[in-house]
């Protein structure tokens, strides 16, 4: 995008983020506790002008160290004056609409680094298991090996104890979106290691159950609550490759800092993927191994990924320059 933004403008909006790093500073030296009423409204009114700001600054790709400055501001201003706040049902329904599409947004080259990660060795995946049959075997079970011999999908069972199944797969995958993302503290490496074994384990299993005439079983099962499960890993894996990033390439800023500021915006991309995963939970051990018919399960899949799509890319609102 071309050069918008004046220097008038710019010299302009300065003493405000001067204003509000000064106000940040006396809190973290003297605790928010220590400012004045008058401060307080202060700090809550620059914190709503100063986003504004870094909105239009976003505009303009010559201004990335004004944009990196006030995004820094920023996050240590909603960390101060969000931190000590009661969370609520409007605040959490404020937050997923209007807040973390433009999250996500802002972090989509991680998201894709880990999409094209996964795709990758789900890739590989099945090229090996198609040339080599019996290299599933590194990834997959005798018992599920067994099943798919028989025809049968190994999710048979799940049915028979919904509840309690529901509940384990929830723990479950919140567990691994979470060891994506915080394996990402070593340098990255770590949630590389986590995509390539979800990767390449959803690429073996395909290409096994195609081998044994039973894709369109997998992947009825798979379409309602991979729909949201299988986005959901790859958002982790995104905020696990941005919290690496801070720690190989601080730029501009001290190592502790760009740590710090990275851990802060991954801890927010991946604060989004929870409610996505609940439900995927829900129908994973509910409806996904039940005998809806192959066609509505599909529908449900491509029903949700368009919604999910719809949230994540919806088009953002943003401020005048004037």
């Known amino acids: 995008m071309a050069h918008i933004l004046s220097n008038q403008w710019i010299g302009k909006r300065r003493p405000h983020w001067d204003r509000l790093a000064t106000l940040l500073a006396q809190s973290d030296q003297s605790g928010l506790g220590r400012l004045s009423r008058a401060e307080l409204q202060e700090l809550a009114l620059l914190y709503r002008q100063v986003a ?8 303009d790709n010559t201004a990335h160290t004004y944009t990196d400055h006030v995004n820094q501001l920023l996050a240590r201003a909603h960390h101060i004056i969000y931190s000590g706040r009661k969370t609520t049902w409007r605040t959490l329904f404020h937050f997923l609409k209007d807040e973390y599409p433009a999250i996500f947004q802002r972090q989509l080259p991680y998201v894709l680094t880990s999409l094209f990660v996964s795709v990758a060795w789900g890739m590989l995946g099945a090229v090996l298991t198609n040339a080599r049959p019996e290299f599933m075997r590194h990834f997959v079970g005798p018992a599920m090996i067994s099943t798919m011999e028989r025809h049968e999908m190994w999710t048979k069972s799940v049915v028979s104890v919904a509840p309690m199944a529901s509940s384990y797969i929830m723990t479950n995958n919140l567990t691994v979106s979470f060891v994506t993302f915080a394996s990402g503290i070593l340098f990255g490496l770590g949630t590389f290691v986590s995509l390539y074994v979800n990767g390449m384990m959803l690429g073996v299993i395909g290409a096994a159950c195609h081998q044994y005439g039973m894709s369109i079983a997998l992947w009825s099962f798979v379409a309602p609550h991979g729909s949201l499960e299988l986005p959901a890993i790859l958002i982790a894996g995104g905020a696990g490759f941005r919290l690496g990033h801070s720690m190989l390439f601080p730029g ?71």
């Open 52 to 59: 504004s700001d870094l909105s239009v600054l976003r505009q």
């Open 252 to 322: 501009a800023y001290p190592w502790k800092q760009s740590v710090a500021r990275g851990g802060l915006e991954a801890t927010r991309l991946i604060a989004g993927v929870i409610p996505m995963l609940v439900i995927a939970g829900c129908l994973e051990g509910f409806f996904s191994p039940s005998h809806a018919a192959v066609w509505l399960k599909f529908t449900v899949g491509g029903l949700l990924f368009s919604l999910l799509l719809l949230w994540l890319f919806r088009p953002l609102k943003l401020p005048s320059q004037s």
